[in-house]
T-cell receptor, first 114, second 112 residues
Framework: NAGVTQTPKFQVLKTGQSMTLQCAQD?????MYWYRQDPGMGLRLIYY???????DKGEVPNGYNVSRLNKREFSLRLESAAPSQTSVYFC?????????????FGPGTRLTVL | SQQGEEDPQALSIQEGENATMNCSYK?????LQWYRQNSGRGLVHLIL?????REKHSGRLRVTLDTSKKSSSLLITASRAADTASYFC????????????FGQGTILTVHP
């Protein structure tokens, strides 16, 4: 099993460009998450999907949209990239949204917006 | 603001020594989780402690939780160079959705 995979690993964008970050999991998990990690800030939740067909905002959703394409895939879209969106983006999944559930993380996408 | 505040921000020790990292949080939690992140990689779950538990062990890891002080600590005993990583606490609030709130992390360096 690959676990949680993310593409691309690295991306450089110019301000105003758009792009989609892809995430897939092969663990048959119900819930998926997108986080961003900035230096000294820990991880902050952007959006999450408790189950296929549902999405909800996290702590920092502005400037992003998501799509839960099917149970396996959860994509994050930047419609008009800004330098403030320079960050490392992590996708995660968990079996349930219950309180004792562990989240499994992908390797991350390092995004630079010039 | 971050639910979890970690202390210290960075810790440098010699192999064989113990490493202690602390985490404080602001509101009531259902459980508190600790994750590890190696440089350039994703996070890996280490251990979870429920709000009704006071101490939990997993191998060389010992986690304590003091809900009256809203704090937790992670102890790594007999550290190894391979333990060099960033360690994050994450607070789980609520009951029915899987949103974790992460602290800013402690960077641990273990010198051989």
């Amino acid at each position: 099993n690959a676990g949680v995979t993310q593409t691309p690993k690295f991306q450089v964008l110019k301000t105003g460009q758009s792009m989609t970050l892809q995430c897939a999991q092969d663990m048959n998990h119900n819930s998926m998450y997108w986080y961003r990690q900035d230096p000294g800030m820990g991880l902050r939740l952007i959006y999450y999907s408790a189950s296929e067909g549902t999405t909800d905002k996290g702590e920092v959703p502005n400037g992003y949209n998501v799509s839960r394409l099917n149970k396996r895939e959860f994509s994050l879209r930047l419609e008009s990239a800004a330098p403030s969106q320079t960050s490392v983006y992590f996708c995660a999944s968990s079996g349930r949204t219950g309180p004792t559930d562990t989240q499994y993380f992908g390797p991350g996408t390092r995004l630079t917006v010039l | 603001s971050q639910q979890g505040e970690e202390d210290p921000q960075a810790l440098s020790i010699q192999e064989g020594e113990n490493a202690t990292m602390n985490c404080s949080y602001k509101t009531s939690i259902n459980n508190l989780q600790w994750y590890r992140q190696n440089s350039g990689r994703g996070l890996v779950h280490l251990i979870l402690i429920r709000s009704n538990e006071r101490e939990k062990h997993s191998g060389r890891l010992r986690v304590t939780l003091d809900t009256s002080k809203k704090s937790s600590s992670l102890l790594i005993t007999a550290s190894r160079a391979a333990d060099t990583a960033s360690y994050f606490c994450a607070a789980f609030m609520g009951t029915s959705y899987g949103k974790l709130t992460f602290g800013q992390g402690t960077i641990l360096t273990v010198h051989p």
